[in-house]
């Protein structure tokens, strides 16, 4: 929990600043110069994607986050607290803007770091087994100067059915509806924001882990389903 006074705002932040890549229209890489930031300039979040399958028709889920004030979609994120790491900070952050407890998903992806003991040339990409680091990362300088960087993780509800806790989110969260929808909707919901690439991404990786996951076309409803408040 944030100390008295020190509300999270992160996704108070318009999320539209850079153009969306996709495999038809990479994004050009962007040489920067080395850059050097002391600790009162920098900002380190992290967030994660909560998955789950629906419990009826074991359909591939989201959880997304309708801010009501701004009418907006959002995914959940957070700054990172004094000396805790960044993989707690996802998980906290996620059960604290969307109400579900939820634990890190391993999943294999392509990764440059090695594994433990091994040197390898930083050039070289790698499969990593059971990965619990971040899937991506979403770096901006902000209006003053400060550089800010999250760090997205996956996450999975607890049990698959873990009920939702009220009363958790911080005051400037007032207004977060947190709900899940199969991931086709949450792309939509979330189209025109840095948050659909980032899902889409996350799906790729759990659905390539999973087998025998029902289409959302297989599923007998298409609504969302809306929780309550947190």
Not at 19 to 43: C, M, T, W
Not at 63 to 91: F, Y
Not at 204 to 215: A, E, G, Q
Request: proline share 8%.
């Amino acid at each position: 929990m944030a100390e008295p006074g020190y509300g999270r705002d992160d996704n108070q932040e318009q999320d539209t600043l850079i153009p969306r890549a996709s495999p038809s229209r990479p994004r050009k890489p962007i040489l920067l110069p080395p850059l050097n930031f002391p600790s009162e300039s920098f900002v380190f979040s992290a967030g994660s994607v909560l998955f789950r399958t629906h419990p009826d028709t074991g359909v591939l889920q989201v959880c997304v986050i309708h801010n009501t004030k701004r009418n907006a979609w959002i995914l959940p994120k957070g700054r990172k607290d004094q000396n805790e790491s960044m993989d707690a900070t996802a998980v906290r952050e996620t059960f604290e803007e969307t109400g579900f407890p939820c634990e890190l998903y391993p999943c294999r992806m392509q990764t440059r770091a090695p594994a433990p003991g091994v040197n390898v040339n930083w050039k070289v990409v790698l499969e990593a087994k059971e990965s619990l680091e971040p899937f991506y990362v979403t770096v901006r300088q902000m209006g003053d100067k400060t550089l800010k960087m999250i760090w997205w993780y996956l996450t999975w509800l607890k049990g698959n059915n873990a009920e939702k806790v009220p009363g958790v989110h911080m005051p400037s969260e007032a207004g977060y509806v947190s709900q899940f929808v199969d991931t086709e909707k949450a792309i939509e919901l979330l189209e025109g924001t840095n948050f659909a690439e980032i899902v889409e991404r996350a799906v790729d990786l759990v659905k390539s882990s999973l087998v025998d996951i029902p289409s959302s076309s297989e599923s007998e409803s298409d609504t969302l389903e809306v929780l309550d408040d947190i």
